[in-house]
């Protein structure tokens, strides 16, 4: 049962607290969705996801069950509990305003009105000043639906596609969150279009981590961090 | 391979294992950074010395030219998606900027919980930036590159710390395309195998 369920429109900026034991659902209502996502330590948001830590603690380039994100404090913001998807990109960042305009051209509010286009970068900077922090606060964040594979080359490919109609994935926050989400495309996405997908979230109650806990226990980095964060939260 | 000497650098410095240099780079300038005695990690970040909120971005980097590794003819490009530096010269043949730099808490989470005391290149960062004519915080630290780290990512998305593939004297060369701070930690890591447990000292230099 969630406690709360909402659609986000294509191509909007989001915010939410996001309580320790409950899990956030992100859903792809259509299919081709992308979610950039930041994470923050409520209490001290000068605490954040940090993208090099959660991938060199597991080893990865990639994230999905069984992973969790690191902050930069080497304590587990959430936990990947489950996916539908497989796979979802760390590695690529966002679309600012001129990225997004040079691909899409533009498409302004006095004309367009609510239709008009948007970016990631901004809506990040709005959700970070509706907090009291800013544009020095944002960093790499998580693509969630998308897919970019690295070659042997070290060259990186975007695989359309990813995302289903109706893939989801959870992540249980092992800590107070203070989470910024946005539907805006994925920058390496080549579809010309002006096409963000919503995306529908549920927050509920979280499974008590279990003694067996796959997240915790996928490898020993993540029980040490899991350690870190049960710690911090005594 | 440059041709530029040493004896003509306007700066030149030896930055030891464990200790940090943070130095303007003028636009134009050229700025080289030598392993001295091959398979160190230099950790670097890169600010607009004049809106450092304008910083270097690993992803932007990554992005703007579809490939994971930094070597001759990168952009090293800010989070205002401008050119900061261009790599010019590479005898290394590629740098890591994904394995972001080491802390006493990622510390913990790689090698043990108990391992919190020990030096790292955070602590080295935030040494540096506590003097306040920088106007830098916690928060401007964000993933830095590794010059002269070998860490690879397979197409199955696992990304692995491979043995260095620098050596004594490789160096890596840029040219600055806007006036720059750099802040660089010459990393202390002691539980790594990747040099040999083993830090040890790099030379910067700069010409006009």
């Known amino acids: 049962m969630s406690l709360w369920q909402e659609t986000i429109h294509g191509g909007a900026g989001w915010s939410l607290l996001l309580r320790r034991g409950n899990t956030l659902r992100l859903e792809d209502t259509e299919g081709g969705a992308n979610v950039g996502a930041l994470f923050f330590n409520k209490d001290f948001p000068v605490e954040r996801y940090n993208m090099p830590d959660t991938l060199k603690a597991q080893h990865t380039a990639h994230l999905t069950k069984g992973f969790v994100l690191y902050s930069d404090m080497g304590r587990v913001l959430c936990s990947i509990t489950d996916d539908s998807c497989g796979w979802h990109d760390p590695l690529a960042g966002h679309n600012d305003a001129a990225a997004a305009a040079a691909k899409y051209g533009e498409a302004n509010y006095q004309k367009h009105r609510n239709a008009w286009h948007r970016n990631t970068r901004d809506n990040f900077v709005i959700e970070a000043e509706k907090y009291g922090l800013d544009a020095r606060d944002l960093g790499p964040n998580v693509n969630f639906f998308s897919k970019v594979v690295v070659d042997p080359d070290g060259s990186m490919r975007f695989v359309p596609g990813n995302s289903k109609v109706g893939d989801f994935v959870d992540l249980r926050a092992e800590m107070d969150l203070l989470v910024f989400l946005d539907t805006g495309q994925h920058p390496l996405d080549p579809n010309p279009k002006y096409e963000p997908k919503p995306v529908k979230f549920y927050v509920s109650k979280s499974d008590p981590v279990a003694a067996d806990d796959l997240c915790r226990n996928s490898r020993p980095e993540n029980e040490r961090g899991f350690i870190n964060t049960e710690r911090y939260c005594l | ?208």
């Open chain 2, 1 to 208: 391979m440059s041709s530029r000497r040493p004896e003509d650098a306007s700066y030149s410095a030896v930055v030891n294992a464990g200790d940090y240099w943070i130095h303007e780079i003028k636009a134009a300038q050229i700025f080289r950074i030598v392993d001295l005695e091959g398979n160190q990690a230099v950790d670097t970040l890169f600010y607009n010395a004049h809106d450092t909120e304008e910083r270097y971005s690993a992803t932007d980097t990554i992005a703007a030219q579809r490939n994971i590794y930094l070597t001759t003819g990168t952009k090293l490009m800010s989070t205002f998606r401008k050119s900061m530096l261009t790599i010019i010269d590479d005898t290394c043949g590629r740098h890591d900027t994904l394995g972001g730099a080491c802390s006493a808490e990622s510390n913990q989470v790689r090698y043990a919980v108990d391992k919190r005391h020990m030096h790292a290149c955070r602590d080295s960062f935030l040494r540096a930036i506590a003097d306040p004519k920088w106007k830098l915080s916690k928060r401007d630290i964000t993933a830095n590159i590794n010059f002269f780290m070998n860490v690879p990512v397979t197409p199955e998305g696992k990304l692995t710390f491979e043995d260095g593939i620098s050596e004594p004297l490789k160096y890596v060369e840029m040219r600055a395309d806007m006036d720059v701070l750099c802040l660089i930690s010459n990393c202390p890591q002691l539980n790594n195998p990747c040099n040999a447990y083993n830090p040890t000292p790099v030379q910067v230099l700069i010409w006009d």
